[in-house]
């Protein structure tokens, strides 16, 4: 059994108009959900094997704290095919996974997110930035990831979390 959390970036700045897309930060609202879904997270007792994130700023920075919020020691791997963050790339970076790793956090950019999640599992909702989906694949090898082997534990976002009944 494995499991893969599919974490959409926190929110980030469109303050300078300067700035390259690759090259925002987080903003103030990103820096602030991002602690607070990761303890989430760890209340949950999810602590992953290895943490996989776009090398895009914004990605960066969102894997960074949730490493920092977790504990994280080990180091944070970056891989450019999230940046780019179709489907396929997603798929192809999924492929390179350690068997050896069964907790993995994926962080990176929608619209591919969303559209890989959807090619696994019903999945009608819209990620937005900070969300977190919980995906276990009933195998022993992430090359084995399909529609037939994965199913949806979980998804939360901040502003779920914070609205009052």
């Known amino acids: 059994m494995k499991k893969l959390y599919i974490i959409r970036h926190a929110k980030s700045s469109w303050k300078d108009s300067t700035l390259d897309d690759f090259d925002r930060p987080l903003n103030k609202r990103g820096k602030k959900d991002t602690p607070f879904m990761a303890n989430i997270l760890k209340q949950k007792g999810v ?3 290895i943490i996989i994130s776009s ?3 914004r990605a960066k920075s969102t894997a ?3 490493a920092k919020e977790l504990n ?3 180091q944070i791997t970056y891989n450019s095919k999230l940046y780019e963050g179709n489907k396929d790339n997603i798929f192809d970076t999924i492929l390179t996974i350690d068997e050896s790793c069964n907790i993995v956090f994926l ?3 929608n619209p591919g997110l969303n559209m890989f999640v959807e090619t696994l599992v019903d999945f009608k909702e ?3 930035t900070c969300g977190i989906v ?3 694949i009933d195998s022993e090898y992430f090359k084995d990831i ?3 082997c994965t199913k949806l534990l979980f998804f939360d976002f901040p502003k779920k979390e914070r609205k009052t009944p």
Do not use: C, R, T, V
């Open 134 to 136: 919980e995906l276990e």
């Open 72 to 74: 994280f020691k080990k």
């Open 55 to 57: 090398p895009a700023l």
């Open 126 to 128: 819209n990620i937005p």
């Open 146 to 148: 399909s529609s037939k």
């Open 64 to 66: 960074e704290l949730i």
């Open 107 to 109: 962080i990176g950019h």
């Open 47 to 49: 602590i992953p094997d």
